[in-house]
């Protein structure tokens, strides 16, 4: 089988990657440096250099593929940043058209179903919508929870005021380790079993921000540290001084703030999945390696 694998080098794309390798397939990773080529090439991946704004590009890359899994990478100073997200989805669906691929895994998330009010993810749901738009086209759209790995831009605060936060975590809600993520998609395209146009929601814990601050405080011997729930505009204060495009900035608060409703979660309530396997006790452990570097 010959696949088509989006994202580069990251947490979700290499481990998928290496695992379909490992199955005896026939690996493209598409990267927009050059000089992640080398690495590609060393897992045994051909390399595909170019951007996902050029369709021309996304559409030769595609042809002869069995299947292709999509992402829409991070933009850090996008003007309209879900419209950029959404660009990025009518590209992909314009590319699978034009070169015929017939199976398609893309990566969403939870809060897709929102077509405004939660940040970046209200961008996915066009991606959703744009690939949902194509004909005699197998499509699973992956809606995993919320990164542990997002937790690691707590660091920061944590060395600096002693305690986590966010406008969220009043009440649990789900989160996902990339490297599950990167299983299911693998299953999906090692399987090619789904049928039609459909959504598999991936999560492997659900905690509220005083059980994170419990979680992550014992791992970094850090006893009682505590999570503050700041108010939307303090977020987008933070945010902005921490460095981030106010555009991004904006979406992120409104992202939390869909969080903290829980509409982010309304249909994900709905249809609940069996939980993976690695924890937030597990990632602690991987926080703390980090924090302590």
């Not at 789900?174 to 598999?200: K, Q």
């Not at 006790?281 to 926080?287: L, P």
């Amino acid at each position: 089988m010959k696949y088509v694998v989006a994202g580069s080098l990251g947490h979700i794309s290499k481990p998928l990657s290496e695992k379909l390798i490992a199955n005896g397939h026939e690996v493209t990773i598409i990267t927009s440096k050059a000089g992640n080529e080398t690495a590609i090439k060393e897992l045994g991946a051909k390399a595909a250099v170019g951007s996902l704004e050029d369709v021309q590009f996304l559409s030769e890359t595609f042809k002869g593929a069995d299947a292709v899994y999509t992402m829409i990478p991070p933009n850090s100073n996008p003007a309209n940043w879900k419209e950029w997200i959404g660009s990025i989805g009518s590209n992909y669906a314009k590319a699978i058209k034009d070169a015929g691929v017939k199976h398609v895994v893309n990566l969403s998330s939870i809060g897709a179903h929102m077509p405004d009010g939660c940040g970046p993810v209200s961008g996915l749901y066009r991606v959703e919508r744009a690939l949902n738009a194509l004909e005699d086209v197998d499509v699973r759209h992956l809606r995993p929870a919320y990164f542990y790995h997002n937790l690691l831009s707590q660091a920061g605060i944590i060395k600096h005021a002693n305690i986590l936060g966010a406008n969220f975590g009043e009440n649990a809600f789900p989160m996902v380790h990339p490297a599950d993520i990167a299983d299911a998609a693998a299953e999906e395209l090692l399987n090619l079993s789904f049928t039609g146009h459909s959504i598999r929601y991936i999560v492997g814990d659900e905690k509220s921000g005083a059980d994170i601050a419990k979680v992550i405080g014992e791992a970094i011997n850090k006893p009682g540290l505590p999570w503050i729930v700041f108010s939307d505009g303090q977020s987008l204060e933070g945010a902005i001084q921490a460095g981030l495009n106010e555009e991004v900035a904006k979406n992120y608060t409104e992202m939390g703030s869909a969080i903290r409703s829980g509409e982010m979660s309304a249909e994900y309530n709905q249809n609940k999945p069996s939980f993976s396997k690695i924890k937030l006790a597990d990632f602690a452990k991987e926080f703390a390696q980090a924090f302590n570097s």
